[in-house]
């Protein structure tokens, strides 16, 4: 036994040294004009989502000055760009071909957002698994994604592209992103490398403003923030991009608490640093750098290898080499990590393994793909109001359908729909027309998603009127939200809400289908529906999978990755904020308390909160053991009861509050959750384990650890509907 551990050793031992032997031959090889090269990255003129130098890459691939291209696709562009690389460049070096690739390729996957609504994280890493197999066979081998900022501000547009406002929920969604785009292995043909973003706190932009400034204190950083990238890392993410924030008056693309204290210093990252669109050059207007030569001084030496789009490297790196700004060895270490990962992908063994035209004919809407697609938009979908159980809808119900978005199909792919054809999607009206009849679906516009044009209220409200119920597509399009759409008010645009009102004045019975990219303030609208299903931008399959969950055929078991506010003002709004020296008690009207004068402090819709067709029933929590010493874990159970009529699955979440720390911790922390079936009339025991991991936090030594004292554990089926047990850690 012994003997093949040793001969197993050797074997990979060898491999690495072959993977070493590779990159260092070819290091010796190199000028420094092909290493700059290297470090560069151009986009191709198909898609661009910011300023373009106006270079051109096809000659410098040629010349070696261009390693990586983004935003080229199909295989047959790929194919020609990677033939110039190999076969007519003097080193022969392949090129990465990069590409969003966010939650989808050409089948597309609800949005972020809604993808971590489904508390699944089987059917995360099948999306992504699915869209690496399409992009692959696409030409891609690089993907920026998964994004994994947290974010609590609704007005900024890249929620939408996230996992929302838990760092728990957070980390568990960049792992299952990085197995399903990496696979384990990068070599297989069927796997694209990942780059987690952005690299950090980019989700705390001041305002809720894309790009705009972040400040925040070193804990806050490292205890909310930073958690999801070291996931990620530790799930074997080769890539890593920086956010285009500052932070601590430092851009992060220059940030060397960042990239050399954290990420290559404390991690050990020995991956590739790319920085994301022209971030050098917008250092410039930050106010950190001089001009553009400085301001790839400072990116270089932090420890950014690859430029992405500024050019800033390819004309000033040599010049500042020779000023002893920057060190060969620098840039020899950059060059490497670009190498390491081209020789991961298993380019420098077969360069054009991404470049098979019947492979991408074969794997594009491949059946099971968009099955896939079908499977995981339901598996998304929040049921956040159902009175008098208007849901499911009875098939042959007359229905009139109202609103901007009942036609949508481009819309249902969501901010970064990647490749996806939108004419591949069905919109709401098709897909209930096709399920429930032509002759018992009625449709009407009603306004537009934006504007102030009331001219068709009257033939939505008299299409009301007729009809047994009203379902209202309502919500927002895939361009207001994503990368630079923050919206100021967060409420339904344009006088959507004022259709509903409208509406609501027949008397009919009211179901709204949302469609929307952020947390809208719905409190007003709330009131006027009897039901409300929660989309989001639900991809390629979506209008589908949303008709056959009002009519009954989907069971909604997604729960709320992040909180609905009532209203702007309560914004930033999440479940586990702080408790103050004057907290609110609701019994007691002492007013010089935390507050607010016109308005409960309470959301809308709280974390972790999603309806069933079905009701779940738990006990109260039973502990093994009232104390914990260190070192042990005690074990929380309840038993959960399916107390309706139909199966469904429950999102069982486990909650902790440390009463009395060394720094004031959070209300509670979400540590555990568990996503279970159960048939109508079911039970089931859920455990979960407590020890050292679910109660240690930052103490205010800044080190990790646990203190001894009392702990509150909550279970339930939201953040806010739970059942309370107290233990003590000694």
């Known amino acids: 036994m012994n003997q093949i551990i040793y001969l197993f050793l050797l074997a990979v031992s060898f491999c690495f040294s072959v993977q070493a032997d590779t990159v260092e031959r070819l290091l010796e090889k190199m000028t420094l004009d092909e290493k700059i090269g290297q470090l560069n990255l151009y986009s191709s003129p198909w898609e661009n989502t910011g300023p373009i130098e106006g270079r051109s890459y096809v000659s410098e691939v040629r010349s070696g000055l261009c390693g990586n291209i983004l935003n080229l696709i199909n295989v047959g562009h790929v194919r020609q760009m990677q033939r110039l690389a190999v076969e007519e460049s003097r080193l022969g070096i392949p090129l990465l071909f990069g590409y969003d690739v966010i939650h989808g390729y050409k089948t597309i996957f609800p949005i972020p957002l809604g993808l971590a609504s489904s508390w699944d994280m089987g059917a995360i890493e099948k999306a992504a698994r699915i869209a690496a197999v399409e992009a692959a066979a696409s030409g891609i081998n690089w993907t920026y994604a998964p994004m994994v ?27 299952a992103n990085v197995r399903g785009f990496q696979g384990d292995d990068l070599a297989e043909i069927s796997t694209i490398a990942a780059c987690v973003k952005h690299f ?32 990620a890392l530790d799930a074997g993410c080769v890539s890593v991009m920086t956010a285009f924030n500052e932070l601590d008056g430092i851009p992060a693309t220059a940030n060397p608490f960042l990239l050399k204290t954290v990420l290559r210093d404390e991690w050990n990252f020995d991956g590739v640093v790319v920085t994301d669109y022209s971030s050098i050059n917008e250092m410039l207007n930050h106010g950190s750098a001089a001009d553009q030569a400085d301001a790839a001084a400072q990116a270089l030496v932090a420890g950014v290898d690859m430029d992405m789009m500024s050019s800033a490297y390819v004309y000033h790196l040599k010049q500042l080499l020779t000023e002893g700004r920057v060190t060969m060895d620098q840039i020899d270490e950059s060059v490497r990590n670009v190498l390491r990962l081209k020789e991961k992908l298993g380019l420098f063994d077969d360069p054009y393994r991404y470049c098979d035209e019947q492979r991408e004919q ?97 033939e939505a409200v008299a299409l009301a009127a007729k009809n047994d119920v009203v379902v209202m597509v ?43 990219g952020r947390p809208l303030a719905l409190e007003k609208e709330q009131a006027f529906a009897d039901a409300i299903l929660e989309a989001w931008h639900p991809g390629t399959e979506g209008g589908k999978a949303a008709a056959d969950m009002l009519f009954g055929k989907l069971v909604p078991s997604a729960k709320l990755p992040v909180t609905f506010p009532r209203s702007l003002g309560q914004v930033p709004i999440h479940y586990n904020m702080k408790n103050t ?29 999603g309806l069933s067709y079905t009701e779940f029933r738990y006990s109260e929590i039973r502990l093994d053991k009232a104390e914990l010493k260190p070192g042990e874990t005690l074990t929380a159970s309840v038993t959960v009861s399916n107390v309706g009529d139909v199966d469904g699955e429950e999102v069982v979440q486990l909650y902790i509050q440390d009463l009395v720390g060394s720094v004031t911790r959070p209300v509670k922390e979400l540590k555990g959750f568990k996503k279970i079936l159960l048939k109508k009339g079911g039970s089931q025991t859920v455990e979960f384990r407590i020890g050292e991991k679910e109660l240690t936090f930052l103490r205010r030594d800044m080190t990790w650890g646990t203190e001894p004292g009392d702990f509150k554990v909550f279970i339930g089926t939201n953040s806010r509907d739970v059942k309370t047990a107290v233990f003590t850690l000694r």
């Open 362 to 458: 074969e794997k594009q809407y491949a059946k099971e793909h968009l099955d896939a697609s079908y499977e995981i938009a339901g598996k998304s979908m929040v049921l956040l109001k159902n009175s008098n159980q208007l849901l499911p809808l009875d098939e042959g119900t007359r229905i009139a359908l109202i609103g901007p978005l009942a036609t949508a199909r481009g819309d249902l792919l969501g901010t970064w729909g990647a490749r996806g054809n939108w004419e591949m999607a069905t919109s709401v009206l098709d897909a209930m027309s096709q399920l429930n009849g032509h002759d018992r679906v009625d449709y009407a516009q009603g306004c537009g998603v934006e504007g102030t044009d009331i001219s068709g209220f009257a």
């Open 200 to 231: 950090a706190a980019y989700g705390a932009a001041q305002a809720g403003r894309d790009y705009h400034t972040v400040d925040m204190s070193e804990r806050m950083l490292r205890e909310t923030y930073l958690p999801p990238f070291k996931a």
């Open 581 to 609: 020296g004057r907290p609110q008690n609701p019994v007691d009207p002492f007013p010089y308390v935390s507050r607010y004068m016109d308005c409960p402090n309470d959301p809308l819709y709280p974390f972790g909160f």
């Open 474 to 516: 309502l919500g927002e399009t895939a361009g207001m939200s994503g990368e630079a759409s923050s919206r100021s008010r967060i409420g339904l645009p344009g006088v959507q809400s004022e259709l509903l009102e409208a509406v609501a004045q027949t008397g009919k019975p009211i179901v709204v289908l949302l469609l929307n």
């Open 149 to 175: 900022d947290i974010a609590r501000d609704p007005r900024w547009g890249r929620i939408a592209e996230g996992a929302g406002e838990d760092t728990f929920l957070a980390c568990e969604v960049a792992k």
